[in-house]
């Protein structure tokens, strides 16, 4: 059997902090390598590729298992960095943990694999990488929960387009076909992204008659102690009564 590699910057028990999920006992499987290069990233250490970060996949298993300590019933989070840049690894690591009875996993992810760097002619659109559906298709099939975080103005800056959002969220909503076995997660750390979401929820056609996933907003961290901030998110959800407003528990508590 060919067991696939996989690059982990870490695996580690905490609480989930963010999204739906806060509050429950996590272990973290987080995976190095990521280009698409938030600004306000607070593990950008997981970025690049390091050869002595490669382990089997099926070591990565045992630590999951060793880490449960064989209650079938924890949760696991694969994060990053950007798991997606390791799909088809993480499919074959997905399907182990299922078989063997884990029930509970889920995957943190922004939603593309990367940006390209492209010439003077390429549009942001071109640059725009999404994932094989074969594979987040299969990891469905095992019950997947998929916490996808496109990203917004704050955190790309001139990358950032309605375009390349639009395309993030009818890809995902698409794929992963069964009600509620998403989230699309949105840090907001200026009001153009409250701009840019509400753009799309026109766009798409997005309220709480149409939806069939979850929706929350996340104050960024530097911005929770900004009064202003904080008004300006309430007024989003109370005009937009389907999505919720959470706080990155595990930063305010402290907690890795």
Known sequence: MNIPNLYIAEIF???????LLTGLPTIFVRTQGCRVGCIFCDTKHSWKFREDKKVKAVDVYETIHEF?????????CLTGGEPLEQLPALSWLVE???????????????????YEKGDRHTTHLDNYVLPDNKHIIDMEHNGMFFSVSPKLVS??????????????????????AEPYRIQFKFVIGEMEDLHALESLFQLENINA???????CIQIEESQLDNPTMLKDCLRFVNRFSFVRLLIQQHKVLELQ
């Open 13 to 19: 028990n905490s609480i989930q902090g963010e999204g």
């Open 68 to 76: 449960a300590k064989d209650d079938r019933s924890m949760h696991i």
């Open 96 to 114: 182990k943990l299922v078989r063997n009875g884990y029930k509970n996993i889920s995957m943190e992810t922004c939603g593309i694999v990367r």
């Open 155 to 176: 955190a790309l800056k001139n990358r950032f387009t309605g375009v390349s959002l639009s395309k993030t969220y009818k890809y995902w909503s698409k794929i992963v």
């Open 209 to 215: 008659d149409t939806s069939r996933q979850h929706f």
